[in-house]
């Protein structure tokens, strides 16, 4: 069954920009058209949206972050991928990639998550 | 943005105990509501969608309803393992948008 990895730096300065990506195996990424979602969740909070992606190219992103995310798919490598820019401490959060089930209703497969800390 | 709100935000039951958690949205989502529960350190997994459909392999003591702007989460027997964070989320449009989260505590 498909799985999501995400990897990437686990510790970014502040003003610098944050990237991550995400792996999908046991499957194509191209396959389904799929909006491909990224999740975050401060430690001890709640889980906050960032945006999505299919792999035509067609995003959509949460407004309250849409001025620094840009949001990328490679289906020749079956991954996507998160760049946020001018990150502060804020930015610190747990990571996730998530796919949603055929109706592009609910998520149910996630990444594991990745932590990412915004530190100098 | 459509803005999600749970409560209670935290509860403490015993086992085999009727839960229930409410969501509400602030504005009209059909049936574009659903329910994942988050262990520390794991990512959320999916309990139900679309309101009140049960979402493969979750068991049955998990139960959805509700339509338009409120909605619930009734666990009917509460079970060692359910010991939890509960989150609604809106798929309505987007953003995409969570509830703030119900932890469920041993009593």
């Known amino acids: 069954q498909v799985q999501l990895q995400e990897s990437g730096p686990g510790l970014v300065k502040p003003s610098q920009t944050l990237s991550l990506t995400c792996t999908v195996s046991?499957?194509?990424?191209?396959?389904?058209?799929?909006?491909w979602s990224w999740i975050r969740q401060p430690a001890g909070k709640g889980l906050e949206w960032i945006g999505r992606i299919d792999t035509r190219g067609n995003t959509n992103y949460n407004p309250s972050l849409k001025s620094r995310v840009t949001i990328s798919v490679d289906t020749s490598k079956n991954q996507l991928s998160l760049n946020l820019t001018s990150v502060a401490a804020a930015d610190t959060a747990v990571y996730y990639c998530?796919?949603?089930?055929?109706?592009?209703?609910?998520?149910?497969?996630w990444g594991q998550g990745t932590m990412v800390t915004v530190s100098s | 943005d459509i803005q999600m709100t749970q409560s209670p935000s935290s509860l403490f039951a015993s086992v085999g105990d009727r839960v229930t958690i409410t969501c509400r949205a602030s504005?009209?989502?059909?049936?574009?509501l659903h329910w994942y529960q988050q262990k520390p350190g794991k990512a959320p997994n999916l309990l139900i969608h679309s309101s009140s459909s049960l979402h493969s392999g979750v068991p049955s003591r998990f139960s959805g309803s509700g339509s338009g702007t409120e909605f619930t989460l009734t666990i009917s027997s509460l079970q060692p393992e359910d010991f939890a964070t509960y989150y609604c989320q809106q798929s309505y449009t987007t953003p995409r948008t969570f509830g703030q989260g119900t932890k469920v505590q041993i009593k």
């Open positions: 504005q009209t989502i059909s049936d574009f």
């Open positions: 046991g499957g194509s990424i191209s396959s389904g058209g799929y909006y």
């Open positions: 998530a796919r949603p089930t055929p109706s592009e209703r609910a998520f149910d497969i």
